[in-house]
Nanobody, 125 residues
Framework: QVQLVESGGGLVQSGDSLRLSCAASGDTLDSYAMGWFRQAPGEEREFVATISRNGNRAYYAQSVKGRFTISRDNSKNTMYLQILVLKPADTAIYYC??????????????????WGRGTQVTVSS
């Protein structure tokens, strides 16, 4: 079993940057593909980004390309999401997720077996 805990969210202003972290316990992450999702108030949870087990492949939702960067440090059992130039539309709860990496690209919620509880990001204009 993998336990995931997100951190780094908060109240920020439009244009600010933020780095979210996802710390794992219960297993080492080097067998898992990881992903970030977000859910805005009244909206469905949406895919943000995913990264392969060794970090050599990353994919992004079109809406965040160029501003979001997903990365991981398996030696620290931690994944990150760097967000630049935050916009009010980025306001959401951000969730990290993990699934055993079998070489596919994991862009859907149902691809993932393990989830964190989320961290709130609120961007004021």
């Amino acid at each position: 079993q993998v336990q995931l805990v997100e951190s780094g969210g908060g109240l920020v202003q439009s244009g600010d940057s933020l780095r979210l972290s996802c710390a794992a316990s219960g297993d080492t992450l080097d067998s898992y593909a990881m992903g970030w999702f977000r859910q805005a108030p009244g909206e469905e949870r949406e895919f943000v980004a995913t990264i392969s087990r060794n970090g050599n492949r990353a994919y992004y939702a079109q809406s965040v390309k160029g501003r979001f960067t997903i990365s991981r440090d398996n030696s620290k059992n931690t994944m990150y999401l760097q967000i630049l130039v935050l916009k009010p539309a980025d306001t959401a709860i951000y969730y990290c997720a993990a699934t055993l990496d079998r070489g596919n690209t994991y862009g859907y919620s149902f691809d993932y077996n393990y989830w964190g509880r989320g961290t709130q990001v609120t961007v004021s204009s």
